[in-house]
């Protein structure tokens, strides 16, 4: 049997139903004399492949964090509007009321929540009156570029402006979605793609600088990403599942690309603050993300969304969290009600994971609240952090970059 019959039998190859001939005997070793497989091993696919664990795994609950959170990545407001990729209205979509959020909130320990995608001019206006103003303390919100202004030939003015208007309203910072690199265009949905270190933002990145606004970026995704979505991808299921996720092929920059514009802009504006969302954008590479945070003091790094990359190399990751114990911020990316992207919905059991992948050293466990893990299909190992680390990342190290009291 080669390569290919052997995937296909598993159900590893999409939409083909397994050949009676292996199914899973093949997995039970030559010795014993393999059973007739059962009608449900013939036509098991991969998508409907739930294993259980047989391992005896200590289990900690953990219902609150060590020490009260600042989860300094969320999405409680959304743009109304979008466009191949482009927020184009500043009028928001509200997740979560405050109300509702308080409940998972107080239960979970978190002080406070950073809504990144507060948007601009009235949308922004109106989110901090809502959430920052009517509960000081629990939620701060970030501005966001004007992507719908591109064009006019005074851009760069205008969104070094936006920011000072932005700052002046209340905004704690600057949201960078992978727009910038990925999405936005010379003709803001269509042209060439418009590169991170384009010129045309220095005004606003100094302006952030000089009002000593932190940047949250996003510039790339999984490296998995930038591969062909084939049966060598370790996020096959999440590719087949969001094919618009890919950036293989097409007139998309590679991940390595992405990174170097990306540290051109930290290079030419070092008195501006730059938090690198989801582990600096290489979770797989932590050699990488050190060698940046070692060239880049204006950089830290949260760990939204990545707690999946992060909990299977423990040890590594451990060496990662002590060395750079001051510049790693707790995040997550939670969204309320994004049931469709478990690993960064907004619930109890979220928090619960993150908490137990920190500070127990549980073994092989599930990094989302999902029946199959939603980014690829292995498990992780706790890190046991001191209370010491814990304390600076759930909330010390946010206080200073946030500059609100920790
Ligand atoms: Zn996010």
Redesign the pocket.
Known sequence: MNRREWLRALGLVVGASAKPTAAFGLLNGSQQPKPEPSSEAQSLTLADYEPKSMLHAQETALDRAAFPVIDV???ITVSKKSQNGVALAAQRTYLGQPEELFSVMDRKNIRSMVN??GGYDEGLTEVIAKYDKAFPTRFYSFTEPCYERFLEPDYPRIQADAIEHAHSAGAKGLKI?KTLGLYLRENITSGKLVKIDDARFDPMWDTCGQLNMPVAI?VSDPIAFFTPTDRFNERYEELSNHPDWSFYDRDFPSNAELLEARNRVFARHPRTQFTV??VGNFSENLDNVSENLDRFPNMTVDI??RIGELGRQPRRSRRFFDRYQDRILF?T?A?PHGDQFPQ?VFNDKLYEIYYRFLETEDEYFDYAPAKVPPQGRWRIYGLGLPQSILKKLYNENAARVLQISA
């Open positions: 990545h969320t999405h990144l995608t979605l996003h969302l989801h939204a969304a995040g990316d969204t960064q």
